[in-house]
């Protein structure tokens, strides 16, 4: 029974180790590869072809961390872009709160990284949590509203 408990106990350690390992982040590894060569006798290197291959790491990991952020950028360039078509559009979805919200957009700006639309109705959408958009009926925001709206074509 004991020897049950015993093997019942590894699988648990090996996957929690597993798990620390999936925790591991970009900026933790390239630390350890610093650590490692900056501890290294530079001219009397362990084995040259693991220093290389750390250095090579290290800069294919830096490249992606680079690429990383222009691609968050780039995709942040275009939230904004698609948001920006939808000034003067009736939208409706779910809030940060998951409360449903709906308005026309009236501006837009950028929180935490990410797009969000203001609505004339006073709340924020982000703009990846639109779930509806709607034309704006020009002719009955016009009676509603009392203002003359002219349209040019």
Same mark, same amino acid.
């Given at each position: 029974?004991?020897?049950?408990?015993? +093997?019942?106990?590894?699988?648990?350690?090996? +996957?929690? =180790?597993? =798990?620390?390992?999936?925790?591991?982040?970009?900026?933790?590894?390239?630390k350890v590869l610093v650590s490692e060569m900056a501890n290294q006798d530079p001219f009397e290197p362990q084995d040259s072809s693991a220093l290389l291959e750390q250095l090579s790491s290290l800069r294919n990991i830096e490249s992606q961390l680079v690429l990383q952020d222009k691609l968050e950028e780039l995709?942040?360039? =275009?939230?904004?872009t698609n948001a920006s078509g939808l000034i003067g559009q009736h939208v409706s979805g779910l809030d940060v709160d998951n409360n449903i919200v709906s308005g026309i957009v009236t501006s837009i700006l950028v929180q935490n990284g990410k797009a969000v639309l203001e609505l004339d109705s006073g709340g924020a959408l982000p703009i990846d949590r639109v779930n509806r958009i709607d034309a704006v009926d020009l002719s009955q925001l016009q009676h509603e509203s009392g203002v003359e709206v002219e349209l040019q074509g």
């Open positions: 029974m004991l020897a049950g408990a015993i +093997s019942g106990a590894a699988p648990v350690t090996q +996957s929690a =180790n597993a =798990n620390r390992f999936a925790e591991i982040q970009t900026a933790d590894f390239i995709i942040l360039q =275009n939230q904004v």
